[in-house]
């Protein structure tokens, strides 16, 4: 079954704005850990935030801001204030305590910021 | 600090030939993970290598085999390639395993392509 799951293939955002890339997750361990990374054309996947299952605030990273409802199972990362260098794949992962631990990812949503 | 060094960046083989990639973590990193990334799969979970030992493998044949060594640094072969095997092939190092909030390093992936 699909851990991971970006229902968002691509996105367009205009510069300056802000924009909301979707991830849902499924697991049944009370401890795990959800990632943002961000993957540019050159390849290599650059770490953006982490958000634990225990954590009670919302993770922040300068732009970055992940929107935890852990009820729902949604973890949505907000870049606020888009630049063209944001343009890329961004993928959402997560780690599970008792599952391996492994981080699995789901399939990415494509942004691309208009000027 | 370096980073996560992939060799070689680019590879091309022909089916039924053999492949031995390389990884080099980041120094005091003792955790390595390898994921095959196609455009029709996503990336997916190869296995990961902690302390020189085999802690978790994905789905994927025996073809696909892996090691570390005592310096951390890790390889992974891939047997009697198939034209499927054309992907991009990303490492991962990570401080420790067995913990949610580990975050993985990545390099910058060799790309395969099989003819």
Redesign the interface.
Known sequence: AQKITQTQPGMFVQEKEAVTLDCTYDTSDP???L?W?KQPS??????LI?Q??YDQQNATEGRYSLNFQKARKSANLVISASQLGDSAMY?CAM???LN?????????TRLTVKP | KAGVTQTPRYLIKTRGQQVTLSCSPISGHRSV?W?QQTPGQ??Q?LF?YFSETQ??K?NFPGRFSGRQFSNSRSEMNVSTLELGDSA?Y?C?SSLA?????????????T?LTVV
Do not use: P
């Not at chain 1, 050159?42 to 770490?47: A, H, K, L, N």
């Not at chain 2, 395993?97 to 992936?109: I, S």
């Open positions: 401890s795990y850990g990632f990374y050159s390849g290599e996947m650059i770490f982490y634990g299952s993928f780690r599970e305590l391996n631990n492994d981080m699995r990812f789901g399939a990415g | 993970s994921y996503g990336l979970f990961e802690r978790n994905g991009l990303l991962a395993a067995g913990r949610v909030n580990t975050e993985a390093f990545f390099g910058q992936g790309r």
